[in-house]
């Protein structure tokens, strides 16, 4: 039972438009959540985070905006650059969690120049 | 400042026989992770340690893989033996272990087992 879902496996965007990548979750325990980049033949890479008692952070480019009543959130890129090129993971983690985190199985994103 | 270290990049093995994964985690980060991830999946969490203390290995398939962290540095992952759908990238990645910090990950090893 995947408790971290990204339903939309890829997403192609123009370049200097808005990217949403959403993600879903089904533990209401979870309170903090990442947003990780992956390049190919990379680990993923810290992109922004969110914890449960906001429902907005922006860090530049990305904003990560939280709905608990949805269990649901989403990354906005904006603008969307061809080097934003990249699988995206959100990952999220319970108190009783410790520093674990349950990652959902990514969204590819294109963004074409 | 250094990242996560992790060799090798990429193994080739075959069924049966055993392989071993390096990771050297950033230092000062008490917490280290040993993550698998199957292509077109999420990482999925094998084994998280406290400094050299196990805080969860539910996912670790114990009777196959073995992990250890000396010291409470390094650490290393071991398979023996070798199945089929071990291959995947096995990412390792620290953190500072307290709520609120993100896990850095290393470039991890890509395993295929033929």
């Known amino acids: 039972d995947q408790q971290v879902k990204q339903n939309s496996p890829s997403l192609s965007v123009q370049e200097g438009r808005i990217s949403i990548l959403n993600c879903d979750y089904t533990?209401?325990?979870?309170?903090?959540f990442l947003w990780y980049k992956k390049y190919p033949a990379e680990g993923p890479t810290f992109l922004i985070s969110i914890s449960s008692i906001k429902d907005k952070n922006e860090d530049g480019r990305f904003t990560v905006f939280l709905n608990k009543s949805a269990k649901h959130l989403s990354l906005h890129i904006v603008p969307s650059q061809p080097g934003d090129s990249a699988v995206y993971f959100c990952?999220?983690?319970?108190?009783?969690?410790?520093?674990?985190?349950?990652f959902g199985p990514g969204t590819r994103l294109s963004v074409l120049p | 400042e250094a990242g996560v270290a992790q060799s090798p990049r990429y193994k080739i093995i075959e069924k049966r026989q055993s392989v071993a994964f390096w990771c050297n985690p950033i230092?000062?980060?008490?917490?280290l992770y040993w993550y698998q991830q199957i292509l077109g999946q999420g990482p999925k969490l094998l084994i998280q340690?406290?400094?050299?203390?196990?805080?969860?290995d539910s996912q670790l398939p114990k009777d196959r893989f073995s992990a250890e962290r000396l010291k409470g540095v390094d650490s290393t992952l071991k398979i023996q033996p070798a199945k089929l759908e071990d291959s995947a990238v096995y990412l390792c990645?620290?953190?500072?272990?307290?709520?609120?910090?993100?896990?850095?990950f290393g470039n991890g090893t890509r395993l295929t087992v033929t």
């Open positions: 990645a620290s953190s500072l272990g307290r709520r609120g910090f993100p896990l850095h």
């Open positions: 990952a999220a983690s319970a108190p009783n969690y410790g520093q674990n985190f349950v």
């Open positions: 533990n209401s325990m979870f309170d903090y």
């Open positions: 340690f406290q400094n050299n203390g196990v805080v969860d």
């Open positions: 230092s000062g980060h008490a917490t």
